[in-house]
C-alpha cells in the first residue's frame, strides 16, 4: 500500500536517490509525486527548524531508569500518570519540548519522555494505577498539542456528529473542525498476557478529572472497565498484569481509539520488562546491569534500553505532526483542491503515513554514548509511528585508520516475545547462525532476502542484541546507521533513507576502560522454544486498502491535485471517474478483513466481529496482504510463531521465515503480496484488538475486535 510498484522500481521509472524528496505512488490510485534537484542532503518536508541545523553527538544519551513503586497507596504497586511538561529534547541552546510522558505521581522527578521502565518480575502479579493527568495548575484540561480528526471512528467524548445520526461516544463523526477538548487516555501493555480488562482497549478510555470538563462530556469509554474491587477517582483505572510469560521485552503506550498516532507522537511510552533473576539472564551471563531507580555518580550500565524515534521539530523547539492530509501528498495545502468530510469521505486531517526528519533516541536528538571496551546489550525498541527502519553499526573514526568503513555486528539473541533458540549474527547482507547444539554445522550463514538488509525492525518491533566493542581503540566512535525509507516500506531493494538526517541515529564512543566479561555471544547456549501444535485450523485474514468512492482527482504538471468533478447521482463512480480522465483520490483508509472466494473482505471497526478463537485453542492465522504496502501486524493477548511466508499460490516468498523471527513474536511484517503465517494459542476468554502497528493505518480502520472464547463474538465486558 502507497508505495512504488516493483514493475517500476526494477525499470527505473522512478527518480535516482538524489532527486526523490518524496515518492508516494501507488497503483490504480492517486498520490502525490514530488521531485527535486536539490542533492541528498536535502531532509524529509517538516517543521520549520531545519534539521541540518541541529548538531548531531553533542548530547550525551541518557537511559530510562527504573520506575519507583507507590508509596501513598500500598494496595497497588505503581501509581503512574501522563503528564505535560517541558524536556530538552533538542541540544542545549534550542528551546525546550511540550512533551508527554509517563511517571510517579510519588516521584516527581520520574516524569520523562521516554518513561521509565517497569521492571517486572515473571509470575509475579503487578497492579497499576493509571492516572489522566493530562491538566494545568488551575486543574483545568489541556488540549491536545496536535490537531485531533473527528471525522474519523475516534473517542468522540462530545458524545455528538457521529456520522450515523447517533450521539454517543467511539463513533466516526461529521465535524471537520480539530478537537481541542480534555484528551482521552488509556494504556495498553504491548505484548503482555492479561485479562481483557486491563489490556487497554481503545474503547476502554478515560478523560482527566479535570475542572472544566463541559457537563453533557461523556468522560469514559463505551468499554470503560477495571480489574481492581476498590473504588477509583475519575481520571485513573486499576490494571492487574499477571505477568505469567517468559523474559520479554515489553512496551507500554497509550491505546485511544482514533487518536494512538497523535498520544503516542506526543511521548507517552516506555519499557516493561519481564525478568527472571534467577533464571536465564544469570546462567547466559549477558551483560549487566540495567539502569537502576537511582543513577549513582560514576554507576556503568551494560543493559542499554533504546527507545528509537523519529520527530520533526519548530523552531521554537515543539514537535510538529501535520495538520493538513497534503503534508502526505508531498505538496502545500492549497495545491490539494477537493472535498473532505462531511462533503466527501476523505478525512480532512488525517495522513496515512508520516515520517519525519529528526532521529530521536531515549527523549535526545541524534545522541551519543559513551561505553567501555566491552560487551553491551542493548534492548532496541522501534517506537516510530510509520517508519521501518534498517540499523548497522558503522565506524566513522578511530586512531585505528584501516577500522574506518568497517562494520561491528549486532548478535541478536532475542525479539519481541524472549530469547531466540539460536544467537544470529546480523550484518548488512548476511546473518550468520551460531548453532551451539548442531555438531555437524555450528555456525551457518544465511542470505538476507537482498543484500541491503540488515537488522530489519517495523514498528513496534524489538531487538535484545549484544554489540563487542571489545579491543577498538579508546576514540573509536560507532555510528548506528538506518539505511530504511523515508517513505513507506514495501520490502527491499528500496530508496535508502536521507543520509544526512534520518539515515543516521546515535553515536558510540569508546574510552580507555576495559568493561566487565560477560559470555561471549557465539558461544551462547540459548533454549529452544516449545512449537505450537502445527495441525491447527486455519483462519484466513485480509489486509485492504480503500480509495475515495466520491473524490474523482486530477493531477497538474506541478504535482497539485483537484478535483475533477463532484459524484453524478447512481453513476458507476469507478469507471465514469476514469472515463472523465481522473481517478479515485486514495487511500482512503486501510482495512482489515477476511479472506471470500472473490478475495479480500474489507471490514470497519464497527463491524460484527469474526475473529473469534474459541478459549485454549491454537489457530493458524494466513494474514493475505492485498496492499501495496508491508504492515506489522500485532495481536493483542498472545505471543505467537511465524510460521512462514508464501505467495498467494502457496510457493515460498522470498523474505521466507527470517532467522530472528525464531521462538515467539507478537508483531510480524506481513509483506505486499504475500501470505504471512502464523501460530498462536487463544488461553484468556474475553474481548482483545489485532490491528496495523502503523499507528496511522491503525487510527483509521486497521484495526478489528478479537473476542476469544464466546462464538457469538459478542464478548461482552
Given amino acids: 500500500m502507497f508505495s512504488i510498484r516493483e514493475g517500476e522500481r526494477e525499470a527505473g521509472v522512478f527518480p535516482l536517490a538524489s532527486q526523490i524528496k518524496k515518492v508516494v505512488i501507488r497503483s490504480g490510485a492517486l498520490c502525490g509525486v514530488v521531485l527535486s534537484s536539490l542533492s541528498m542532503a536535502e531532509p524529509l518536508p517538516g517543521g520549520t527548524l531545519d534539521p541540518l541545523t541541529i548538531p548531531k553527538y553533542v548530547t550525551p544519551m541518557s537511559l530510562p531508569l527504573e520506575m519507583p513503586e507507590s508509596k501513598s497507596d500500598k494496595k497497588v504497586d505503581y501509581q503512574i500518570a501522563v503528564r505535560q511538561f517541558e524536556q530538552q529534547v533538542l541540544p542545549q541552546g534550542f528551546p525546550q519540548t511540550t512533551v508527554w510522558g509517563y511517571g510517579s505521581i510519588d516521584h516527581p522527578a520520574s516524569f520523562a519522555y521516554p518513561a521509565y521502565t517497569i521492571e517486572a518480575e515473571a509470575n509475579h502479579k503487578v497492579k497499576v494505577k493509571w492516572i489522566n493527568e493530562l491538566i494545568d495548575a488551575q486543574g483545568n484540561y489541556l488540549p491536545h498539542l496536535f490537531p485531533v480528526d473527528q471525522t474519523l471512528h475516534w473517542a468522540n467524548p462530545t458524545g455528538q456528529s457521529c456520522s450515523d445520526g447517533t450521539a454517543r461516544s467511539d463513533c466516526s463523526g461529521t465535524n471537520p473542525v480539530p478537537y481541542t477538548g480534555p484528551v482521552p487516555m488509556v494504556t495498553h501493555v504491548h505484548g503482555a498476557h492479561v485479562g481483557p480488562e486491563s489490556d487497554g482497549y481503545p474503547e476502554a478510555w478515560w478523560l482527566p478529572a479535570a475542572a472544566n470538563i463541559p457537563p453533557d462530556y461523556i468522560t469514559r469509554g463505551s468499554r470503560w472497565g477495571q480489574s481492581s474491587k476498590f473504588s477509583v477517582n475519575d481520571g485513573q483505572a486499576v490494571f492487574t498484569y499477571p505477568n505469567d510469560q517468559s523474559e520479554a521485552t515489553l512496551w507500554y503506550h497509550d491505546h485511544s481509539l482514533g487518536i494512538t498516532r497523535l498520544n503516542v507522537y506526543a511521548g507517552p511510552a516506555g519499557f516493561w520488562l519481564i525478568r527472571d533473576e534467577k533464571g536465564l539472564e544469570r546462567k547466559l551471563d549477558l551483560p549487566r546491569p540495567a539502569p537502576k531507580k537511582k543513577n549513582k555518580a560514576g554507576r556503568k550500565y551494560y543493559e542499554l534500553p533504546l527507545v528509537i524515534q523519529d520527530r520533526s521539530f519548530n523552531a521554537d523547539g515543539s514537535l510538529f505532526y501535520p495538520s493538513e492530509r497534503a503534508f502526505f501528498e508531498g505538496i502545500e495545502p492549497g495545491q490539494l483542491d477537493i472535498d473532505f468530510v462531511p462533503n466527501s469521505d476523505i478525512a480532512p486531517q488525517w495522513n496515512p503515513e508520516a515520517f519525519f526528519n529528526v532521529m530521536v533516541v531515549n527523549g535526545a536528538t541524534w545522541p551519543y554514548y559513551d561505553v567501555d571496551q566491552g560487551r553491551y546489550r542493548l534492548r532496541l525498541l522501534n517506537a516510530c509511528n510509520s517508519r521501518f527502519l534498517n540499523l548497522s553499526l558503522q565506524v566513522v573514526s578511530s586512531p ?198 472473490t478475495g479480500g473482505m474489507p471490514m470497519m471497526w464497527g463491524d460484527a466481529v469474526t475473529e473469534n478463537p474459541a478459549l485454549n485453542t491454537t489457530e493458524e492465522w494466513a494474514i493475505h496482504n492485498l496492499t501495496e504496502d508491508a504492515h506489522p501486524i500485532h495481536l493483542h493477548l498472545v505471543k505467537f510463531q511465524v510460521v512462514s511466508r508464501e505467495l498467494p499460490d502457496g510457493t515460498p516468498s522470498d523474505a521466507g521465515l527470517q532467522p530472528w523471527e525464531d521462538g515467539f513474536k507478537d508483531t510480524v511484517i506481513a509483506y505486499p503480496g504475500e501470505v504471512t503465517r502464523i501460530r498462536a494459542l487463544f488461553d484468556v476468554a474475553g474481548l482483545y484488538v489485532w490491528h496495523c502497528h502503523i499507528l496511522e493505518h491503525e487510527d483509521n480502520e486497521m484495526m478489528r475486535p478479537m473476542c476469544v472464547g464466546d462464538a457469538s463474538g459478542d464478548c461482552q465486558l
Fill in 400 to 597: 585505528d585508520a584501516s577500522l574506518v568503513g568497517s562494520e561491528i555486528p549486532f548478535y541478536q539473541i532475542g525479539n519481541d516475545q524472549g530469547l531466540l533458540s539460536d544467537v544470529v549474527r546480523v550484518q548488512t547482507g548476511v546473518y550468520t547462525i551460531y548453532d551451539t547444539e548442531d555438531a555437524a554445522q555450528p555456525v551457518k550463514e544465511v542470505t538476507p532476502p537482498d543484500p541491503q538488509q540488515a537488522l530489519l525492525m517495523a514498528p513496534a518491533e524489538r531487538a535484545d542484541v549484544i554489540v563487542d566493542f571489545t579491543g577498538l581503540p579508546a576514540g573509536t566512535r560507532v555510528r548506528v546507521i538506518n539505511t530504511a525509507p523515508d517513505a513507506p516500506f514495501g520490502g527491499f531493494p528500496d530508496v535508502p533513507a536521507d543520509a544526512d538526517t534520518s539515515g543516521q541515529v546515535m553515536e558510540f564512543v569508546v574510552g580507555v576502560d576495559v568493561g566487565p566479561v560477560f559470555a561471549d555471544p557465539t558461544a551462547m547456549v540459548l533454549p529452544d522454544a516449545q512449537p505450537l501444535v502445527a495441525d491447527a485450523p486455519v483462519r484466513h485474514v485480509s489486509l485492504n486498502e480503500e480509495e475515495s468512492e466520491t473524490v474523482c482527482v486530477t493531477a497538474a504538471d506541478d504535482g497539485s491535485i483537484s478535483q475533477l468533478r463532484d459524484v453524478l447521482p447512481g453513476e458507476n463512480f469507478g469507471a465514469d471517474c476514469a472515463a472523465a480522465g481522473g481517478e479515485a483520490f486514495a487511500p482512503k483508509a486501510a482495512k482489515l478483513g477476511t479472506m471470500g472466494n
